[in-house]
T-cell receptor
Framework: DAGVIQSPRHEVTEMGQEVTLRCKPI?????LFWYRQTMMRGLELLIY????????DSGMPEDRFSAKMPNASFSTLKIQPSEPRDSAVYFC???????????FGQGTRLTVV | SQELEQSPQSLIVQEGKNLTINCTSS?????LYWYKQKYGEGLIFLMM?????EEKSHEKITAKLDEKKQQSSLHITASQPSHAGIYLC????????????FGTGTRLTIIP
């Protein structure tokens, strides 16, 4: 398996623009997580899906952020409109019950100027 | 919510020396994960500990879970340049494949 695949790897956008991050989980995994990593706050869980259903989105910072998982092999994280403080590395991770530890993608480094 | 504090925040060690990284939880640990991250890359799973007193080893890395102290330690023996990176501990409040929260991370630098 190729692992968790995220795209793009790098994204530079202007403040106010819409940004969409994409994730393809490992085939057969039923849980998917979106994390954000910054120097100040470390690794934060944004949202968690189980069997394509959002279970906990309490980590989503505000209404500008939204995430979808239309099927078991694809998820998106959208920021609209983007702001400079959204600059961070966004990770997607997936897992199954056994083993229960998440497999992480390579991340998307987002820079909002 | 469960909070994980790692110490030290950064560590500079001469190649060949041993080192220990600690992870302390604000709540009872039902499961503890250790990951390693290289700059610009994703997190690589190292080990998972489930039971109090459990100890696991992989090559020169040993991790132990002390439930009573709500703490886990990661010990590297005879450190090598390949050990350099950021080490993060993670915990699932119920060890049920739910919200996994992470510590602040420990940045390890190995000096030749």
């Amino acid at each position: 398996d190729a692992g968790v695949i995220q795209s793009p790897r790098h994204e530079v956008t202007e403040m106010g623009q819409e940004v969409t991050l994409r994730c393809k989980p490992i085939s057969g995994h039923n849980s998917l997580f979106w994390y954000r990593q910054t120097m100040m706050r470390g690794l934060e869980l944004l949202i968690y899906f189980n069997n394509n259903v959002p279970i906990d989105d309490s980590g989503m910072p505000e209404d500008r952020f939204s995430a979808k998982m239309p099927n078991a092999s694809f998820s998106t994280l959208k920021i609209q409109p983007s702001e400079p403080r959204d600059s961070a590395v966004y990770f997607c991770a997936s897992t199954w019950d056994r083993p229960p530890y998440p497999f992480f993608g390579q991340g998307t480094r987002l820079t909002v100027v | 919510s469960q909070e994980l504090e790692q110490s030290p925040q950064s560590l500079i060690v001469q190649e060949g020396k041993n080192l220990t990284i600690n992870c302390t939880s604000s709540k009872t640990l039902y499961g503890l994960y250790w990951y390693k991250q290289k700059y610009g890359e994703g997190l690589i799973f190292l080990m998972m500990l489930q039971k109090g007193g459990e100890e696991k080893s992989h090559e020169k890395i040993t991790a132990k879970l002390d439930e009573k102290k709500q703490q886990s330690s990661l010990h590297i023996t005879a450190s090598q340049p390949s050990h350099a990176g950021i080490y993060l501990c993670g915990a699932d409040p119920n060890f049920g494949n739910e919200k996994l929260t992470f510590g602040t991370g420990t940045r390890l630098t190995i000096i030749p």
